[in-house]
T-cell receptor, first 117, second 113 residues
């Protein structure tokens, strides 16, 4: 079984400032890692994913995340945020392909990022 | 280019009423999932399907039933709605067992009075 903890429920930040949204996970097996974004009254959109290879993953809208296996973390970063980045962000994990979990995602509780002018 | 479509988008029910939420995907995906989203709890898996005619329980299946009679459709049913089922429901689909991510619908906002 897997679990995901997003350490901050809300993160306020000013426009053009850098931001880091923290995510830690726990799993007895190897996992894939994802970050999704949810804009108000919309569904979830994939920001980026870590499957294997380089631990620094770049996604859409200037976001990136770094996989740290020893710390079981997958923190999301952006060097300069915009008002339009205001949304809720979800970290999620799934068991590797071929496992018995059939690609089920386990989500963190979500982090609301609010960008102020 | 519809992707995953959920109907209805909003619904208000009275306690004890029944209803069915429809999820349709046009990507020929094998796997489909139903999640519920509640404040501060992220998304939790209700039921899922790994192919036409198959269904399985997720993390929070009680009070819900599902059916996958056609590959492109995944129905979520509430037989006797309860206020605790007030939530936003998301459907997702995935191509297969590979490492491809899930694609999500825009959600159904359901209120049980």
């Amino acid at each position: 079984a897997q679990s995901v903890t997003q350490l901050d429920s809300q993160v306020p930040v000013f426009e053009e400032a850098p931001v880091e949204l923290r995510c830690n996970y726990s799993s007895s097996v190897s996992v894939y890692l994802f970050w999704y974004v949810q804009y108000p009254n919309q569904g979830l959109q994939l920001l980026l994913k870590y499957l294997s290879g380089s631990t620094l993953v770049k996604g859409i809208n200037g976001f990136e995340a770094e996989f740290n296996k020893s710390q079981t973390s997958f923190h999301l970063r952006k060097p300069s945020v915009h008002i339009s980045d205001t949304a809720e962000y979800f970290c999620a994990v799934s068991e590797l392909a071929g496992g018995t979990s059939y690609g089920k995602l386990t989500f963190g509780q979500g982090t609301i990022l609010t960008v102020h002018p | 280019n519809a992707g995953v479509t959920q109907t209805p988008k909003f619904r208000v029910l009275k306690t004890g009423q029944s209803m069915t939420l429809l999820c349709a995907q046009d990507m020929n995906h094998e796997y489909m999932y139903w999640y519920r989203q509640d404040p501060g709890m992220g998304l939790r898996l209700i039921h899922y399907s790994v192919g036409e005619g198959t269904t399985a329980k997720g993390e929070v299946p009680d009070g819900y039933n599902v059916s996958r009679l056609k590959k492109q459709n995944f129905l979520l049913g509430l037989e006797s709605a309860a206020p605790s089922q007030t939530s936003v429901y998301f459907c997702a689909s995935r191509r297969d067992k590979s490492n491809q991510p899930q694609h999500f619908g825009d959600g159904t906002r359901l209120s049980i009075l």
